[in-house]
């Protein structure tokens, strides 16, 4: 069984900064991808980040371009996301999340194509 430990979470100010990490563990499995979502209170949970171990790249949501990094260690199953100049907006809890099977198509963005979650670290930005 595979498991998937988000850390790194906090309350900070409004400009500052946090690095997100993230490590999943178990028997082998097949790691394609490792993202990250999040889920503001009375809102859906949205896709923030992703890195695909093949090849490297990476996808961010408008809203965090420019401000949010991915990155990780395929060979630890580990990824991170370092947030600067947080907004009182980027409040939420961040869940990360492993692509383990094939992608069926679905898009980067969808919860669908992820098969592992975390349960998540509570990032507060106050104003």
């Known amino acids: 069984q595979v498991q998937v430990v988000e850390s790194g979470g906090g309350l900070v100010q409004a400009g500052g900064s946090l690095r997100l990490s993230c490590a999943a563990s178990?028997?082998?499995?097949?790691?394609?991808?490792m993202a990250w979502f999040r889920q503001a209170p009375g809102k859906e949970r949205e896709f923030v980040s992703v890195?695909?171990?093949?090849?490297?790249?990476?996808s961010y949501t408008d809203s965090v371009k420019g401000r949010f990094t991915i990155s990780g260690d395929n060979a630890k199953n580990t990824v991170y996301l370092q947030m600067n100049k947080l907004k009182p907006e980027d409040t939420a809890v961040y869940y990360c999340?492993?692509?383990?099977?094939?992608?069926?198509?679905?898009?980067?963005?969808?919860?669908?194509?992820?098969?592992?979650w975390g349960q998540g670290t509570q990032v507060t930005v106050s104003s």
């Open positions: 999340a492993v692509q383990t099977g094939a992608s069926r198509f679905i898009t980067l963005s969808s919860r669908l194509r992820y098969d592992v």
């Open positions: 178990g028997r082998t499995f097949n790691n394609l991808a």
């Open positions: 890195i695909i171990w093949s090849g490297g790249s990476t």
